[in-house]
């Protein structure tokens, strides 16, 4: 599926089997992490979108290979996006590149 944030464009990660409210939802976590870096984001807004992303994508192993793959096309690590926004007290985080 290709989404479009800003001036780039990447092919999002997809599950076989994920109907049009799974592919909503981790398009809406590609698209959160992608604004961390481009342009900062709400944390609660993050983390929502991980959240519900977490209940599409309950497995560990399935979730390291999306972020493998969503990483590897979009230079962008929702690994790295995530832990920040559970480390920092901060309500905006903005990610360095």
Do not use: C
């Not at 959240?51 to 972020?67: M, R």
Request: hydrophobic residues 35%.
């Amino acid at each position: 599926m290709n989404m479009s944030n800003s001036d780039k464009n990447f092919t999002y990660p997809i599950l076989p089997g994920w109907d049009k409210e799974d592919i909503i939802t981790a398009s809406n976590l590609y698209s959160a992490v992608a604004n961390a870096y481009e342009v900062g984001i709400e944390r609660d807004t993050l983390l929502n979108a991980y959240n519900a992303f977490k209940l599409v994508v309950p497995s560990k192993s399935e979730e390291k290979q999306i972020g493998r793959e969503f990483e590897r096309t979009s230079g962008y690590s929702i690994y790295k996006t995530i832990k920040l926004a559970h480390q920092t007290t901060s309500h905006r985080l903005k990610m360095e590149d």
